[in-house]
């Protein structure tokens, strides 16, 4: 399953379990990696090839190239090529946190090898960077690397990554996976970099997807969005306002869960997205 890809970025590692299925191809936030589907893969693989990249957004293993365009759209033009590359035609694009933000911006700009669209618990409208996690991580941002090294040194112990400010509400049971998330980060300067570079990029451009809101309607094909009802850090408000945006547009709302649907609840967001797809094919 795991294999990498020369892009204009630099090496992308990326997990691949083939098949003949539906191709779906799910994408990751802020300072996590492709593990984050797991649990949703190992249930959709049966009968779809799941595509899950490692995107350089602070939890890669293999640093890009010091040009490499790390803000939002940078990063979702990156994925635009991976897609071109791997020749995926007719995708399902699966997005959760800022990996939605990933799979809106690829809906605005067209995104022929796009068939159909998912969003999961993310980044939308106004609220970017997300909530107290995501403005606390952009100030951290603004700190040399070094010192941001020495920030994130912190989240080793499990007291201070269950924090609002950390990752205790983005999961509800995922901390042995954001425990992983963390390690590059603080063992490998130049990810450090990366991250730095990510979300001093995000804090530049605060308003990319208040405008990309104004053009999702123009996206005609089936999107599913699927929400989190107790979501501390994407509000349940923004899922009924995107799906009532989208001209194919339908909402799943998820219990017992906070944004990291994948790590929370990954059965039901696998039932929800096989009903979807499967919808998809027989309407």
Known sequence: MEREIELSAGTIEYADTGGDGPVL???HGLLMDASLWDGVVADLSADHRCVVPTLPLGAHRRAVRADADLSLPGVARLVGEFLDRLDLRDVVLV???TGGALVQLLMCDGADRVGRAVLVSCDAFDNF???LTGRTLVLCGKLPPRLFGLFMQQMRLRMLRRLPLAFGWLTR???AVTARWIRPVLRQPEIRRDAVRVLRSAAADTGVLAAAAERLPGF????????AGEDRVMPPEHGRRLAGLLPDGRLVEVADSYTLVPL????ELARAVREFIHAAHTD
């Open 25 to 27: 191809v799910l994408l």
């Open 95 to 97: 997005g959760n946190d």
């Open 129 to 131: 960077p997300p909530g």
């Open 173 to 175: 049971r995922g901390d």
């Open 220 to 227: 005609k094909r089936p999107v599913l969005v699927v929400w």
């Open 264 to 267: 929370d609840q990954p059965g």
